[in-house]
């Protein structure tokens, strides 16, 4: 579509491969960051319901498995959060301990509220500690952490509208020009002066369209 717009060439499009790559390479972050968000609003509701579990009385390693039933009517079977429980009851009834299998899936998921939380469960565990009252004020923090980060992501939500529709209008404006009066455009199209010109307004706006993700994204 570039190699299109810009250049009137389908030849263009293979100088613009790295564009491609640098974008699907953008998106696939993208795409990760919203699944890791995902799961960590569900690893959350597990640790309130491993946290219940706790205080209910059962131990470290029924209470991951009441954990898991009753995730059960949460998330389907193929969530991550299921996927993960369902493989620390498998490390359980292989007799690891539950501090090893915490920390198995810390090492697996590496993200920093997990990280946060087995190291806060495995030292209240060591030290003999009041790891009901930790553990639920760990929880507590998590939570806390991501509703601020849920506020701040509706509060940017229209301003990432605005982002996607100001990032189309140009090619929109370039495409509606070309379809409407092409005569206009001709003198940008097989000469070098036009060829120069039209990669500098690409560039321009590929350096706006990545500064504009960068401004909208914004980690607590």
Not at 142 to 150: A, F, L, P, S, T
Request: hydrophobic letters at 45%; one cysteine or more.
């Amino acid at each position: 579509m570039l190699a299109y717009l810009f250049y009137n060439n389908w030849i263009a499009a293979i100088a613009l491969i790295p564009v491609s790559i640098f974008y699907l390479h953008q998106w696939r972050e993208d795409y990760c960051h919203k699944k890791e968000q995902e799961f960590r609003e569900q690893f959350q509701n597990g640790m309130q319901i491993l946290s219940s579990s706790l205080k209910a009385g059962y131990s470290v390693e029924n209470a991951v498995r009441e954990t898991e039933k009753d995730l059960r009517p949460l998330y389907p079977e193929d969530s991550r959060i299921r996927r993960e429980f369902n493989r620390m009851i498998h490390e359980l009834d292989m007799n690891l301990t539950a501090e090893q299998v915490l920390k198995d899936m810390a090492g697996r998921i590496r993200q920093e509220d997990v990280d946060n939380f087995v190291t806060v469960f495995a030292t209240a565990k060591r030290t003999g500690g009041d790891s009901i009252s930790i553990l639920k004020n760990t929880v507590q923090m998590i939570g806390e952490k991501i509703e601020v980060e849920r506020e701040i992501q509706t509060l940017l939500a229209a301003k990432k509208l605005e982002f996607n529709m100001m990032c189309i209008i140009p090619l929109g404006m370039v495409l509606y020009m070309r379809m409407a009066f092409p005569e206009f455009l001709t003198v940008l199209y097989g000469s070098i002066v036009g060829v120069v010109l039209m990669s500098v307004c690409l560039a321009v706006y590929g350096f706006a369209w990545r500064l504009g993700t960068k401004i909208i994204q914004i980690e607590v």
